[in-house]
């Protein structure tokens, strides 16, 4: 039987605004690179989605909204559904966008000077936020083992003891790790002990390839529950990510209070009435397309393994658990960062995301995004192989 949803099929973003397609001359200082880099994927954002948004722009009058049970409940839903995890709605703060939570989070339960902690290579924004408020980040940098990532947990139990909050990406971008129960319950008991709040971006949550299953960590004890600050969000899930709206869960009053008004302080605490709409097609209608696309991303996934093993050994695919981003060893090679940047947009035209802005851990590595019609993928290793076969 013919898949119902149709991923092969190329859509043309260019000219629609697309920070991928259109800030190409920006970014590589070229505008025809293939571009597999920012995180959003080139497949249509599903036809219940769509046909939601539509309905609702044909009504004439696009005045001041507000979130609407619906909404809530369909995320509700969803979670059960999706993660059997029950919330209230009374736990759950509006953000548009989860980069903005972490920001916000970061001056809702730390003082300047305080101690954050990340767990590098990670997705960059982690990092800028704790710098740019004036924190003091502290790495607990990812053991790299055997094609795979673990949680330095000696290190952690050392950088708990001055740290106030903790940031973590789960499943992690870029390495591709869906954390397990047991890994979770592990680093949420030590900052437990040490007093650490737990800003958890799940982003990437529905995002498991087949086999693997998110966790959310304050589902895992009352305990974690009440230090937990999860962050959810369509965005990725159903590749909505230009109509920032996000999801906030908080247990803990005092903890969601503290957050709400560091949000409402500038006044972030409103959505925008197409994304409130495509959250709830999406949240209620999206289970099946959403099967059907990690199951085309676990395809993609399996050309760049196989490809990169048969032709072009000196590259290799860090085992993907979660997410559409292919993280991919290089150093092999013996290229600097430099040089390979400068061979991958100069001779391959191709615009991938350089390992090393993702922080300590991230040299020797490239981010390439696989969230694009196989035909992309495979053009993406024909040039390398052209480059470096
Ligand atoms: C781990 C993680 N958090 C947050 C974001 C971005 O979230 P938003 O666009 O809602 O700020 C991304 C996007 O790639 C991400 O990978």
Redesign the pocket.
């Known amino acids: 039987m013919k898949n119902m949803f149709d991923f092969d099929k190329l859509v043309d973003r260019a000219g629609s605004a697309s920070v991928k397609f259109d800030l190409r001359q920006e970014i590589f200082g070229k505008k025809d690179v293939l571009p597999m880099w920012?995180?959003?994927m080139d497949f249509e954002t599903p036809q219940c989605i769509r046909d939601a948004v539509m309905k609702r722009a044909s009504h004439p009058v696009y005045g001041y909204s507000f979130m609407t049970d619906a909404y809530f409940n369909a995320f509700i839903g969803w979670l059960k559904r999706r993660h059997q995890w029950e919330i209230d709605k009374e736990w759950i703060v509006f953000?548009?966008?989860?980069?903005?939570?972490?920001n916000a989070a970061v001056l809702a339960f730390t003082e300047p000077g305080d101690g954050v902690i990340v767990q590098t290579p990670?997705?960059f924004?982690?990092s800028d936020a704790v710098k740019n408020n004036g924190r003091k980040l502290l790495n607990n940098q990812l053991l790299y083992l055997e094609n795979s990532y673990k949680i330095d947990f000696d290190d952690l139990e050392d950088k708990a003891k001055e740290a106030k909050l903790l940031l973590l990406?789960s499943p992690?971008?870029?390495v591709s790790r869906c954390w397990s129960a047991d890994e979770l319950i592990r680093l949420g008991n030590i900052c437990l002990k040490n007093g650490v709040v737990i800003l958890s971006?799940e982003?990437?949550a529905d995002l498991t390839l087949p086999g693997y299953k998110h966790v959310p960590l304050a589902k895992l004890s009352p305990e974690l529950a009440e230090v937990t600050i999860t962050?959810m969000?369509p965005?990725?899930t159903f590749n909505v990510?230009g109509l920032?709206t996000?999801q906030i869960v908080i247990k803990n009053e005092k903890l969601r209070k503290q957050f709400y008004n560091s949000m409402d302080t500038y006044h972030l605490i409103h959505g925008n009435i197409f994304g409130m709409i495509a959250s709830e097609a999406g949240y209620t209608h999206g289970d099946k397309w959403l099967d059907a696309l990690m199951q085309y991303v676990q395809g993609n996934f399996e050309l760049v393994d196989d490809y990169l093993k048969n032709e072009l050994p000196a590259f290799s695919l860090i085992k993907p658990e979660a997410?559409f981003?292919a993280w991919i060893d290089y150093s092999k090679t013996g290229y600097s960062d430099k040089e390979m940047e400068k061979k991958l947009v100069e001779e391959a035209s191709l615009g991938l995301n350089p390992g090393r802005i993702f922080g300590a851990g991230g040299s020797g590595f490239m981010r390439m995004n696989l969230g694009t019609p196989r035909s992309n993928v495979m053009e993406a290793l024909n040039r390398i192989k052209k480059v470096f076969g």
């Open positions: 920012v995180a959003d953000s548009p966008g989860i980069v903005t939570a972490i990670v997705y924004p982690f990406s992690h971008n870029p971006d982003i990437h962050c969000a965005s990725k990510a920032f996000s997410t981003l």
